[in-house]
């Protein structure tokens, strides 16, 4: 079938157009190297003011593109897919970023949920905008509920990950087949290094940390919360002795960034 554009281009198929992409509001950009790449299989020029994790403003063109009438038609449809999802996850992560004034670390790992085909761009989406997409850095473990289960214990969880010493022990701690309390002492005790409380109920954090303070008497271990966490919450969360907060789908499940392409004018020969 002929392409109908190959039709109605015809006359003017070998002109240059010069074109520019822009946001439709305040953001930061993520996704500009796959949406390059694009441009560059689609035989255009292009040329960019801004990279991955900067700064975009209303209806400021961040990128200029140069080619034939199909190549821009070819280009509206499928660029602003490389780049307006992504950058809504940036803007998103950078807002939570900026919210916690740096006084807990901001982590997104909802990105396990996306499509295989989008986890890679979701990733560094997340870390444009300021966040992470890990709780820690690797090499971690993360002992999550259902390792757990079948383990049957915390305890018993974390003596099967004994040997691996080099390894940052995270335990979700969720309160469902024992208490709070007694998840936090298993975790405490079998030498847990971070301690997952995965409830959305702060006084399940107050309880954790009420049990670490009289077992650690005084020594250090990091406390995590999750569980439908909003952005607005951040800053009063901060002050609760919380060290890392994950906020899943108000990050990942962002808005897009919407954006668009204007064509300005042929190049003049």
Known sequence: MQDIRDVIFHEIR???YRAVLLPEADGVL?????AARKAAELGLEWQSTSREG?????NQSFAELVGTPKQLALAEECLIGFLAKPSGIATAARRAVSASGGR??????SWKKMPPVMKTSVRRAIVSGGASFRICEQPMLYLDKNFIRMFGSIRAALEAAAGLKEMTKVVQIKGIDRSVEEETRQAVMGGADILMVDTGNLQD????RKQMATLLQGKKRRVAFAGNVKIAQIPSLAEKG??????GKEIVDARLLDMKLNVLGAVEK
């Not at 900067?54 to 209303?58: A, D, K, Q, V």
Request: hydrophobic residues 40%; contains cysteine; glycine residues 10%.
């Open 205 to 208: 954090v107050k309880a954790c």
């Open 14 to 16: 070998e002109r240059k």
């Open 54 to 58: 900067g700064t975009l403003s209303r």
């Open 104 to 109: 807990v670390r901001i982590v997104s790992g």
């Open 30 to 34: 993520s996704g500009v190297e796959d």
């Open 242 to 247: 919380i060290n890392i907060l994950c906020i």
